[in-house]
C-alpha cells in the first residue's frame, strides 16, 4: 500500500526532530539587504521531507527547495506546525537572494498543490544568500542561510602572482572572419613566353633559370636564314626605291622643260609610288619580327653585317622561371624559348565555396596566411569569377599581393581570412576568459577579492572577443586572462551545487 506524501514528510520530520534549528532566525521588523554578509554552506544544514532545507523558529517550520526536474529552477517552498502542514492560505512568503555583487532577486510565492510556488526562475548560479520573510498568525519571521556554489577568494598579492588579468565587460567591436584555402599563382598580366617569331639556329644563350632580366636586354641569338632574306627585302627596296626617286626627279626635270612625254614623267610618278610602298611594307615586316626602330634605321648601311643574326630581348624586367633551349638547337618560328615573369606581384588564387560567395567581392581586404612560409600579410580581392565549377561547384577569386622581396613563392597552399561581417556587441567578453564549468561556458566574476563563476549566454565570437547575449551586464568585472587559475582553486575548494 503507498504511503500518502503528507504522511511520509511529517514521519521524516518527527525523526529529525523539530526543534532543531538549522538557520539563524530573527523575529520583528526586517533589515536592510546591506546587512548581509556573504558566508559559507553550513556543514551541517537540516533537510526537510522533500530534501530542501529545513528551517524553523519555534513550532514554526519552512521547507525550501529548488526544483528542476524537466523544468527551469523554481522554488517550492513547504509549511508545517510542528511537523503538520499549515493551510497555504495562513502562510505568507517573500524569499530574497542577495547575489555576489549586490544583486538581489526577489520571488513571490502563490499556493499550489501541497507548497508555495516562485513566481520566476532561480537563475544560475544558485550561489547567494538567502533572506525567507515569512507571516503565519500574526507573527513575522526572517530566516536566513547562505548556499555557494563555483565560488573562491584570492587576495591582490595571489592575484598578481598568478597573472590573473581582470577587466570589465564592455561593448566591442567585433569582427567575424572566415577562412578559404588559396594557392600562390603567377599574376597573368607579368608573365612573357618569350618565342623567336621565325626558324633558325641558337647561337648564344645568356640566361639561365633564376636570372633576374631587364627590359630590352638580350637573352639569345639566333640566325635565321628567313630573317635575311627579309633584311635583304627590306636593303633591295631601300635601292629600288632610291633608283625610282633619282629616275622620278630627273623626268619631273625634263618634263617641266618640255623635253620629254607627260607619260614618262607620270610613268616614273608611278614607279617611285610602288617602291616606297613596297618599302614600307618591308620594313613592317621586319618590325613584326622584331627588329627595333633604329636596328631598321641604318640595316642598308650594313653592307657587311650578318643579315641572319637576330638577338632576342626581354620584352620586359623579371625572372627566367622557365627555360627550353639549347645553344646550335634549331628551333621553329612558334617555339616557347623563355618565360619571364615579373614576381614583384603574385596572386593568391581562393577556392570560394557556393555558401560563401555572397561573402567575397571585389576591392574586399583580406589576410593571407601560410604556415609554411611563415607569413602573414594584407590583401585585396582583385577579380572575382562570375562562374561555378560544374564539378566543383566553386568560384575563383583572385588577391593581389605585394611580392617586392620575393618572400610569396608560386605554388604554395595558403589560408585566407575573409570578414563575414562587422559589427558592434554591446556586451563582450575576452574569448580566453570563457571556461566550462559543470555544463555552462562561464567567467569568474570578482567582487572584491572573491570570484563566481556566472554562467553566460554567449552569441556571435571573432578570434578575441565573444558576444554576452545574458549572464554579465556592461561595467561588471571578470577575469579575462588565466581564469584557469580561478578555476582550479573553485574545484579544489570543492564547492557544490547543493539545493
Known amino acids: 500500500m503507498r504511503i500518502p506524501e503528507t504522511l511520509l514528510r511529517l514521519a521524516v520530520l518527527a525523526l529529525t526532530g523539530i526543534a532543531v534549528s538549522c538557520a539563524e532566525v530573527e523575529t520583528g521588523e526586517p533589515h536592510s539587504p546591506a546587512a548581509f554578509t556573504l558566508g559559507n554552506n553550513e556543514d551541517t544544514p537540516m533537510k526537510g521531507p522533500s530534501g530542501g532545507r529545513l528551517l524553523t523558529e519555534g513550532d514554526f517550520q519552512l521547507e525550501v527547495t529548488i526544483y528542476e526536474r524537466g523544468v527551469p529552477p523554481e522554488f517550492r517552498v513547504y509549511a508545517f506546525e510542528a511537523g503538520r502542514p499549515i493551510p497555504l492560505s495562513e502562510v505568507q512568503v517573500t524569499i530574497e537572494l542577495h547575489r555576489l555583487g549586490n544583486r538581489v532577486d526577489v520571488f513571490a510565492f502563490?499556493?499550489?498543490?501541497?507548497?508555495?510556488?516562485?513566481?520566476?526562475?532561480?537563475?544560475?548560479?544558485?550561489?547567494?544568500?538567502?533572506?525567507?520573510?515569512?507571516?503565519?498568525?500574526?507573527?513575522?519571521?526572517?530566516?536566513?542561510?547562505?548556499?555557494?556554489?563555483?565560488?573562491?577568494?584570492?587576495?591582490?598579492?595571489?592575484?598578481?602572482?598568478?597573472?590573473?588579468?581582470?577587466?570589465?565587460?564592455?561593448?566591442?567591436q567585433m569582427r567575424r572572419v572566415f577562412e578559404l584555402p588559396g594557392e600562390i599563382a603567377l599574376d597573368p598580366d607579368k608573365v612573357a613566353h618569350?618565342?623567336?617569331?621565325?626558324?633558325?639556329?641558337?647561337?648564344?644563350?645568356?640566361?639561365?633559370?633564376?636570372?633576374?632580366?631587364?627590359?630590352?636586354?638580350?637573352?639569345?641569338?639566333?640566325?635565321?636564314?628567313?630573317?635575311?632574306?627579309?633584311?635583304?627585302?627590306?636593303i633591295q627596296a631601300i635601292r629600288k626605291r632610291e633608283f625610282a626617286r633619282i629616275s622620278f626627279e630627273r623626268e619631273e626635270r625634263l618634263w617641266k622643260k618640255r623635253i620629254s612625254a607627260e607619260e614618262e614623267y607620270l610613268a616614273a610618278q608611278q614607279l617611285l609610288q610602288e617602291t616606297t610602298l613596297t618599302l614600307d611594307g618591308s620594313a613592317q615586316n621586319l618590325r613584326a619580327l622584331g627588329l627595333r626602330a633604329a636596328e631598321i634605321k641604318h640595316l642598308a648601311e650594313r653592307h657587311e653585317a650578318n643579315l641572319a643574326r637576330y638577338e632576342i630581348r626581354a620584352p620586359s624586367a623579371g625572372t627566367v622561371i622557365e627555360k627550353h633551349v639549347a645553344l646550335g638547337e634549331a628551333v621553329k618560328e612558334d617555339a616557347d624559348l623563355f618565360t619571364i615573369a615579373d614576381l614583384s606581384t603574385v596572386l593568391a588564387k581562393v577556392t570560394v565555396y557556393g555558401k560563401d560567395l555572397r561573402y567575397v567581392r571585389v576591392g574586399q581586404e583580406v589576410r593571407v596566411q601560410s604556415d609554411i612560409l611563415g607569413l602573414e600579410v594584407p590583401g585585396t580581392v582583385a577579380y572575382m569569377g562570375p562562374l561555378l565549377g560544374a564539378e566543383t561547384r566553386t568560384a575563383t577569386a583572385h588577391v593581389v599581393l605585394?611580392?617586392?622581396?620575393?618572400?610569396?613563392?608560386?605554388?604554395?597552399?595558403?589560408?585566407?581570412?575573409?570578414?563575414?561581417?562587422?559589427?558592434?556587441?554591446?556586451?563582450?567578453?575576452?574569448?580566453?576568459?570563457?571556461?566550462?564549468?559543470r555544463d555552462w561556458d562561464v567567467v569568474f566574476f570578482q567582487h572584491g577579492n572573491l570570484f563566481e563563476a556566472r554562467p553566460l549566454e554567449l552569441g556571435r565570437r571573432d578570434e578575441e572577443w565573444v558576444e554576452v547575449l545574458a549572464g554579465l551586464s556592461a561595467g561588471e568585472r571578470y577575469v579575462a586572462k588565466n581564469s584557469f587559475v580561478i578555476k582550479a582553486d573553485v574545484l579544489k575548494s570543492g564547492a557544490t551545487h547543493d539545493h
Open 402 to 437: 605585394g611580392n617586392p622581396d620575393g618572400n610569396w613563392r608560386p605554388g604554395v597552399f595558403v589560408t585566407v581570412h575573409l570578414t563575414r561581417e562587422e559589427f558592434t556587441a554591446p556586451v563582450a567578453v575576452r574569448l580566453e576568459a570563457i571556461q566550462t564549468f
Open 110 to 172: 502563490q499556493p499550489e498543490n501541497d507548497y508555495l510556488h516562485g513566481d520566476k526562475v532561480v537563475e544560475e548560479p544558485h550561489s547567494f544568500d538567502v533572506l525567507v520573510i515569512a507571516k503565519w498568525k500574526g507573527n513575522a519571521y526572517r530566516l536566513k542561510y547562505s548556499q555557494v556554489e563555483g565560488r573562491t577568494e584570492l587576495g591582490p598579492e595571489a592575484v598578481r602572482r598568478a597573472g590573473i588579468v581582470v577587466e570589465e565587460a564592455g561593448s566591442v
Open 194 to 234: 618569350i618565342v623567336p617569331r621565325f626558324s633558325g639556329v641558337i647561337t648564344e644563350v645568356r640566361k639561365s633559370l633564376g636570372d633576374q632580366v631587364s627590359k630590352d636586354e638580350v637573352i639569345a641569338v639566333v640566325d635565321s636564314r628567313e630573317l635575311a632574306a627579309s633584311k635583304l627585302g627590306y
